[in-house]
């Protein structure tokens, strides 16, 4: 909070460094002293709101740097403006207090200020869950690819746990060796984690790619009797032709069925409505902050207290 000749600011808009201070947004600390976080904006913002403010404050040679409103009402305001240097012969901008405004017209510019602020926050918060939703998305597809391998592994055993009973005869020599070593086979299946690879698509296509053991009764659909068409014996999974791709189980167990919950919790806060109040969404469109969220901001789902009273009427 700046303190000058023994007045407090309570908002200061600094335009050379693009920093806010309002005391809207201060908080006390453990020792009792009073502190104000600087807000940065960004050029685009600034630009944008700049290009809306009053001539009264700003215009292309009268330039506004910095304005500050303090506790009594009054106002200190720097410009900087641009003028003919009869020495060097060039035009160079000097700095000036500025005093040339009303009250009134003080005052606008202030509420102005504190709107736009609330606006951009309101703008990067889109923005940074619509940031966050799209890695969610990512990840949660790839995680979701990576658990249905997984269960497709441990479907794969529990579903032949019967084969390998004591009490389960062989239906040809050998039969419960085969399906020992099939179960061997998938158990000792690496599934990789997508940690441990540089890009979500380098993961996937390991991921797409992994390569699953014919069971034995495939292989002897394929070789009756453990022999090729030539009647030569084919050692069970010994070349490519015993290995497919599997395609993932269409049906959902618990580990999906918590994982959609996962996507629909998030999905639900990503889209979810915002309160705003009518004058922040209107300053929104007014400096058409949609520009810069991707795919433009639906105020259907910005909620005035306005539109929350005619809905509840």
């Known amino acids: 909070m700046t303190t ?14 693009n920093i806010l201070m309002n005391t809207q947004s201060a908080y006390i600390l453990d020792d009792g002293n009073i502190t104000i976080p600087k807000y940065n904006i960004g050029n685009e913002y600034i630009d944008r709101f700049m290009e809306n403010v009053d001539s009264v404050w700003h215009t292309e040679t009268d330039k506004l740097e910095a ?19 009869f020495v060097s012969g060039q035009k160079a901008y000097s700095t000036y207090t500025f005093t040339g405004f009303t009250a009134e017209q003080a005052n606008t510019l202030k509420e102005r200020i504190i709107t736009f602020f609330k606006a ?31 269960r497709e592994k441990n479907n794969v055993l529990e579903a032949t746990d019967w084969r390998i009973l004591p009490d389960v005869e062989d239906s040809y020599e050998g039969e419960k060796d ?8 998938v158990r000792g299946l690496v599934m990789r984690e997508p940690g441990e690879f540089a890009t979500g ?3 996937f296509k390991y991921i797409d790619t992994i390569k699953w053991p014919i069971d034995p009764k495939n292989y002897r659909e394929l070789y009756p ?5 030539n009647g030569d014996p084919v050692e069970y999974l010994s070349n490519d032709s015993q290995w497919v791709e599997r395609e993932t ?3 959902r167990d618990l580990i999906e069925s918590r994982l959609a919950n996962i996507i629909s919790m998030r999905q639900n806060y990503i889209t979810s409505e915002r309160r705003a109040n009518k004058v922040v969404k209107d300053i929104m469109k007014e400096l058409r902050l949609e520009d810069f969220v991707e795919g433009g901001i639906d105020y259907t789902k910005i909620y005035t207290e306005e539109d929350i009273e ?3 009427e």
Do not use: A
């Open 67 to 85: 304005v500050s409103f303090y506790e009594d009402g009054s106002v200190f305001c720097q410009r900087k403006k641009l003028k003919y240097d």
């Open 310 to 312: 005619e809905l509840t």
């Open 225 to 229: 009797n453990g022999l090729d068409i």
């Open 178 to 185: 085969l399906w020992i070593k099939y179960r061997q086979t």
């Open 249 to 251: 189980d269409s049906s």
């Open 201 to 203: 698509l380098d993961f």
């Open 4 to 17: 000058i000749y023994g007045k407090k600011s309570i908002l200061e808009l600094d335009l050379v460094n």
């Open 120 to 150: 951009t926050e309101l703008v990067k918060e889109l923005k940074v869950n619509q940031y966050l939703g799209k890695i969610d998305k990512e990840y949660l597809f790839f995680d979701k690819t990576y658990l249905k391998r997984l």
